[in-house]
């Protein structure tokens, strides 16, 4: 139940002798969000992965408490020829929960996402942005206990993204964290209390949001 | 073994999803899948009973059987053996046990089988064959199949993964399995010095052991039973070992 990670040391990871981050080390507690801004391939996206278990460090530990969901891309698992409510149960118990979970919460899920009068229509007939909502709208749902974001996925209509900033503050009101990968300045002041600046697999800087963003705005200015 | 627990609403939602997926879009549906051993059985029967004259007496249920056992190991094999890399969305953007992926596409395979098993009974009545309370131990050779098929899937996935070529591999090995294991004939026709090369092959003597039971209507020798368990628990050792050794790279080779 605790949301608390940390990595230790330095932590790196390559593929073909590329090392996509190095010697990055910082901890997060309970209920502290962490920002991750960075300019395109700084790795960002790399280390979500690392903190998700999808990727593994070469050198280095990763540790972690709590749930985790990572957001990196929606619909994971998602099947075009399933139907709404058959991909939510399955993405659902990716996500942990039980099919009784998932039903039980299935109303809420099509209200959030706006699909109400979708539930059996197969996935293939809905828009890529009615998938998208549906994929946020799952995860969700899920209740954990850490959030990894990769704002890149974060497309949708106005209405659905207030809908999804709300959701975000009631979790920080909840004692969750949410690691959030932006472009976004003005989202990561909003919700993290400490930023990790990457640049080419390093870190930056780490610490406090705004003096390190006014670094990273800074470098940018001076290029 | 407690991951199985934890992610057991996991592992059923893969397999009934890749059990719909197999068949939603078809007419016919499951029943193709059991089109074609019938089919060869009708082809096998006429050649080897009418034409040649070389099969068992009552051809049709030395035969059937066999086939079907042996299409549970070929197909579950050959389907699982893509279960990592058909499923990249799966590896590469979440976290959850891989190997799940490959137990839950043999699961399928099992319910699949089992079906097949199941309908072709009624044929294989009708044709001649003895019921016996001896078919009880059907589902207990099946699962030893099960083991193996298992262990060997694990294997092969992984492999997959980084080497593509894998599967044409795999391929060849099955089609001259198809031959070498006493599917069409049996294991009395191959003479003694071969028959410990034959006992290798673990599928020969699951063939056996369902024969024994579903033709000769007796109790399989003890061999036949325990070289296959074994052969199953040494192919599950050894998957899981090349699963654990190869998993930690799949997110980066997908």
Known sequence: MVGIFQILGGKTFSYEEFWALKGISFSISQGESLGVIGENGSGKSTLLKLIANIFRADKGSIKTSGKIAPILELGVGFHPDLTVEENSLVYGSILGLRNREVKERMDSILKFSGLERFRDAKLKNLSSGMQIRLGFSVAIETDPDIF????????????????CISKFKDFKAQDKSIVLVSHDMDLVKQFCEKTLFLSKGEAVDFGETDRVIKKYTSRVKVQ | MCDLLKYSQLVRNLTVKEF???YRNSILGFF?????PLAMMIILTLVFSTLIKFGSENYPIFLLPALLAWRFFSISTSMSLFSI????PLVTKVYFPRWLLVFSSCLANLVGSSLEFAVSFPI???????LTY??????????????LIVGMSLSLAALNVFYRDIHQIWDLVLQAGF??????????????????LYSLNPMTRIIESIRSILYYSSLPTYEDFILPLLGGLLMLLVGYLIFRRLEPRFAEEI
């Open chain 2, 85 to 88: 890399i058909g499923n990249s």
């Open chain 2, 134 to 147: 001896l078919i009880l131990l059907l589902p207990i050779i099946l699962s030893i199949e099960f083991l």
């Open chain 2, 32 to 36: 193709w899948s059991l089109l074609n």
């Open chain 2, 20 to 22: 719909k997926l197999r």
């Open chain 2, 124 to 130: 294989l009545v009708f044709l001649g064959m003895k």
């Open chain 2, 179 to 196: 031959f070498l294991t006493p599917i069409i004939y049996g294991i009395s026709l191959i003479p003694d010095r071969y028959l410990f």
């Open chain 1, 148 to 163: 990894l974001i990769d704002e890149a996925i974060a497309v949708g209509d106005m209405e659905f993204q207030q809908k």
